[in-house]
């Protein structure tokens, strides 16, 4: 944004001073912003609320917000904790929304800042925080700027990203297209990326998530005479071998890149080690950039070779199996139409770098429901400097450095003024 106001306003002989001036003003306007955020972020940061309990976290949003000057609310029905608010320039334009989460995710918070988690079993791991935060500068920041913005400006403050019921809901619920929402950007904070540097990349940038448990029942015994009975626990441990190697023995991981992970496993009891069990359970998630119970190119689904590859396990005589497989948030796809419409302008007038090498991950996040049906854009912010933000994301230890506040609020800043 800096940049774009000072080589804009050059462009024009004879008003040098006036382009400074104005460049030093858009600076400070930034600054501010990104000072207010860091506050607004520390109160929310010491007071985390669960998914769907955001109730004080959206309560302080509609506030600052009407302390901004914005008056116009919409709600999403089922949904108490969403805040929409608009931005209405009275202007002709595109309609754009910019989304950020509101909830946090259980955890004992080990992160060792000053203003760490004030509930014990409860902290923003995720950045959520920080993304409310940064949407709520950039909403005080276009609102007092938008005589020279157009068209309409929506600012999502979403629940529930952590759990179901959040950016589905809101898709579900017609909203976007009552709004005429053309396009939806969105942050998250990138651990371990250093301050100033954003990235993003065309196309799936991250997988769906979907989750499996498998229940298996048999026949217990005494664990001197296995042959007795079904032997459970071995039973188990051949259907967690089956699963991780499906990836990369039954499908084509250069077409079709999927990770399976056993994440929960209960079988016997921790007193009794004589005795081999009569069930188990085992629960997990499979990740992939495909519909997991849709065929691929004429192949199978991953649903389809997962059956088939437990079928053998499953036949075992005195053997039960119970397999569910549940479809959960889609991959997150950047539109590449939005992408070379956005970024050309986006990396001339940013004032940090933005990285588009084409990247991916197996992390999974529920904005993938806007990317399903509007073009939208997913950029990871830089949070790492000094000794923060270097924590792996939903780790205990997981923080967001003061300086990449500025970065989010110009980022979104400048697309807003990209769409004059």
Do not use: W
């Not at 298996?216 to 051949?238: D, F, M, Q, R, V």
């Not at 039960?320 to 539109?335: A, E, F, L």
């Amino acid at each position: 944004m800096v940049k774009y106001f000072l080589s804009k306003l050059l462009l024009t002989a004879g008003f040098i001073l006036i382009a400074f001036s104005l460049t030093a003003q858009t600076q400070s306007q930034l600054s501010e912003a990104a000072d207010y955020s860091f506050e607004i972020y520390k109160q929310i940061h010491q007071y985390p609320e669960l998914g769907l309990q955001e109730f004080k976290t959206a309560e302080l949003v509609r506030t600052e917000l009407k302390k901004a000057g914005f008056t116009n609310f919409h709600k999403v029905e089922g949904l108490p904790t969403c805040v929409i608010a608009e931005l209405d320039t009275k202007k002709d334009g595109p309609v754009i929304a910019f989304r950020a989460e509101l909830d946090a995710r259980p955890g004992e918070e080990k992160s060792g800042v000053p203003y760490t988690s004030k509930i014990d079993t409860v902290m923003h791991s995720c950045g959520h925080d920080a993304h409310t935060a940064i949407l709520l500068g950039t909403a005080r920041l276009l609102n007092s700027m938008k005589e020279s913005l157009r068209g309409k400006i929506y600012f999502i403050f979403q629940p529930a990203e952590e759990i179901k019921g959040g950016a589905d809901d809101i898709v579900n619920s017609g909203i976007l297209e009552k709004l005429d929402i053309q396009n939806i950007y969105a942050l998250h904070s990138a651990s371990g990326l250093e301050v100033g540097r954003v990235t993003i990349s065309p196309g799936y940038t991250m997988a769906g998530s979907n989750y499996f448990t498998i229940e298996i029942e048999g026949k217990g015994s005494h664990a001197a005479t296995p042959y007795e009975g079904s032997n459970i626990p071995l039973i188990t441990a051949k259907v967690v071998n089956e699963l991780a190697g499906i990836p990369a023995l039954q499908m084509d991981i250069t077409e079709r890149p999927a990770v399976i992970s056993v994440t929960y496993i209960e079988t016997g009891r921790p007193v009794g080690l004589n005795v081999l069990p009569s069930k188990s359970v085992m629960k997990g998630t499979i990740r992939a950039y495909e519909q997991i119970d849709q065929p691929f190119n004429g192949q199978p689904s991953i649903e389809e070779i997962i059956n088939r590859q437990l079928q053998p396990i499953c036949s075992t005589p005195g053997i039960t199996c119970k397999i569910d497989i549940r479809k959960g948030s889609p991959p997150t796809y950047n539109s590449p139409e939005l992408f070379e419409k956005v970024l050309p302008g986006l990396t001339k007038v940013f004032s940090g770098s933005i990285d588009t090498t084409p990247n991916r991950g197996m992390f999974s996040e529920d904005f993938s429901y806007f990317t399903e049906n509007i073009p939208c854009l997913y950029f990871s912010l830089g949070v790492a400097k000094d000794n923060l933000g270097y924590a792996n994301v939903h780790s205990e230890e997981f923080s967001v450095h003061p300086g990449a506040f500025i970065y989010g609020i110009e980022l979104f800043a400048d697309i807003a003024d990209l769409q004059r």
